[in-house]
């Protein structure tokens, strides 16, 4: 196989290998990568990696001058999410597994998306079992959430298993329910029903 038809099949295994991990990130509930500049730099960072890593193998010279040039380089977008980082990281290693062996490519990518799969797929099993979700939702979740904070006279069966609550206080007296999500239309559907069926309720949104 000549050099080009090898770096040609290379680059698309690293594209193929990165629509399926945003698939699986998706699947997960990950819906951050839906972006269309984290889906774009998921495409291209390993490919990046993969052409940096086959230029400067075997020249310790250019090696160096790489080293030099790169350390200009600032990444100024914070990073929201330990999951978001190592989603990057991820790619990083990816270009640089497909520029040694894609043997190590495909294992790389095949157990990465078989543990975001089988962890999602945990927690819908366990929602099912339970009526309740194993993870929560965290205000560090690499999404900039909407939130939505409901107070009742009464205790509310059906607000209690939306997949969106991240904290709930029923008392005799009261009882204040709070969610958050993405999106917020998700959370308006949530209000409005709500308002309909309680005209006193308390609702207090937040859209980002």
Known sequence: MSAALYNFSVIVALLFSSICLRQAVIFAGQHWI?????????????????????????????????????????????????????????????????GVNLEWLLLLMVTTIAIIVGVEAFNRLYFRLTQEHFFRASFSEGNSLSTLEIKLSNANASLRQSQYLIQFIEGPESSCYRFAAVSGNELSAIADAVREDDRNAEIQFAST
């Not at 030099?68 to 990816?94: C, D, H, Q, W």
């Open 34 to 98: 839906r972006n269309a500049s984290h889906s774009i730099t998921l495409l291209i960072l390993p490919i990046i990696t993969y052409v940096i890593t086959s230029v400067i193998s075997g020249n310790i010279a250019l090696s160096l001058g790489m080293v030099g040039a790169l350390s200009i380089v600032r990444f100024r977008n914070p990073v929201k999410s330990p999951f978001e980082l190592v989603v990057y990281f991820l790619m990083i290693t990816a270009g640089i597994s497909a």
